[in-house]
């Protein structure tokens, strides 16, 4: 009988390891559909960021809740938070003082980008289930039929001079 030897440490893990071998191996854009690039869209990363962090249990780790926990799973949670920041945004935050002392945890990661982005409560509507609504957000259905009608507009007008 032929044993593949690569298994057996995923066969006897501990169910920590298993835990995190199956947080490490998370696929982020089943979760996570645009990039951090500033305040324009830091609601919708944050949403999709906490839903992902959520899944694999490890709200913990952005509340600094760390006591406890291994060191990787840290590391892996600032790893997504990193990945998911536009080359520019990353840039930014690690030309920023004090990168060592500050991004040691997960959880001044998350804070900073809060601090930076992140509308003050006076801003925001109100929470849903756990969702924030932020005043100014465009009416999808308004902006939706105004982009159709632009459309129908350039085609009629396209027909006419070609006629």
């Known amino acids: 009988m032929v044993c ?4 057996e440490p995923v066969v006897s893990a ?3 390891d298993r835990k995190y071998i199956q947080a490490l191996n998370v ?3 089943n979760f996570i559909s645009v990039k951090l690039s500033g305040k324009s869209n830091y609601p ?12 694999q249990k490890l709200l913990h780790v952005i509340h600094g809740e760390t006591l406890g926990i291994p060191d990787k799973y840290d590391t892996l949670v600032k790893g997504w ?7 520019q945004l990353f840039k930014d935050l690690i030309y920023m003082e004090n990168l060592f002392d500050d991004f040691f945890f997960a959880s001044a990661v998350w804070n900073k980008l809060a601090n930076l982005f992140d509308l003050p409560k006076s801003d925001r509507k109100g929470v849903t289930f756990g969702i924030e609504f932020i005043n100014g957000a465009p009416d999808l259905e308004t902006e939706s039929s105004r ?3 632009e459309i129908q507009d350039t085609a009629k007008n396209r027909l006419k001079r070609e006629l």
């Open 4 to 7: 593949d030897t690569w298994l």
């Open 14 to 16: 501990s169910t920590q």
């Open 27 to 29: 696929n982020l854009s």
């Open 44 to 55: 919708i990363w944050k949403i999709q960021m906490l839903c992902l962090i959520n899944s």
């Open 81 to 87: 938070i990193f990945s998911t920041t536009s080359e």
């Open 147 to 149: 982009g159709v009608q």
